[in-house]
């Protein structure tokens, strides 16, 4: 089966800090994206950043990166600057091909609270 | 625009009325899909569908219907629901292509009594 684990149901911050965000996930295919979605609270779901497996660099948006380790399925998040506006729920997915083709398999979330 | 959209965004209604959430995607896109979010347990799919007529079930399809005559339309039916149905609804839709990113919805808030 294939699973996400998001193992910090909460976070906190102050603002222009830098926090992580913790991901590990299990499937048996070679080729999957991994997501990272922010859900404020006006229930929206909006992508943050995305990787590609076969990449073995890191992604970047401005502020917001990734940490993928393949091999221990690892996949954080790290946001740098933290601001008032990153309060959200935070959702680690990935998808794949085969079978599953099209779906994303999500974590849990994790809540992270930005505090001036 | 591009973009997603469910009505309606909020609805109460009581065990076994039968109901419908929309959705409508203005993307050309061939997949959608529905997923619901239950606390602790993130987004769980429901049901997909690959193109026109082709639907198949997701990970949590008990108690749903969906359909696809339209390529932009993908109604979620609820035909007798019960309590446990009670939960936020998200329509999705991306481009064909497993490393194309899907689009959300704003989500349906529903709760059964």
């Known amino acids: 089966a294939q699973t996400v684990t998001q193992s910090q149901p909460e976070m906190s911050v102050q603002e222009a800090e830098t926090v992580t965000l913790s991901c590990t996930y299990d499937?048996?295919?070679?080729?999957?994206?991994l997501f990272w979605y922010k859900q404020p609270p006006s229930r929206q779901m909006i992508l943050v950043i995305r990787q590609e497996a076969y990449k073995q660099q890191n992604a970047t948006e401005n502020r917001f990166s990734v940490n993928f380790q393949k091999a221990a399925k690892s996949f954080s998040l790290k946001i740098s600057d933290s601001q008032l506006g990153d309060t959200a729920m935070y959702f680690c997915?990935?998808?794949?091909?085969?079978?599953?083709?099209?779906?994303?398999?999500f974590g849990q979330g994790t809540i992270l609270t930005v505090h001036p | 625009e591009a973009q997603v959209t469910q009505n309606p965004r909020y609805l109460i209604t009581v065990t076994g009325k039968k109901l419908t959430v929309t959705c409508s995607q203005n993307?050309?896109?061939?997949?959608m899909s529905w997923y619901r979010q239950d606390p602790g347990l993130g987004l769980r799919q429901i049901y997909y569908s690959m193109n026109v007529e082709v639907t198949d079930k997701g990970d949590v399809p008990e108690g749903y219907k969906v359909s696809r005559k339209e390529k932009r339309n993908f109604p979620l039916i609820l035909e007798s629901p019960s309590p446990n149905q009670t939960s936020l609804y998200f329509c999705?839709?991306?481009?064909?292509?497993?490393?194309?990113?899907?689009?959300f919805g704003p989500g349906t808030r529903l709760l059964v009594l």
């Open positions: 993307m050309n896109h061939e997949y």
């Open positions: 999705a839709s991306k481009e064909r292509g497993t490393q194309e990113t899907q689009y």
């Open positions: 997915a990935f998808t794949t091909g085969g079978t599953s083709y099209g779906k994303l398999t």
């Open positions: 499937t048996s295919e070679s080729n999957y994206y």
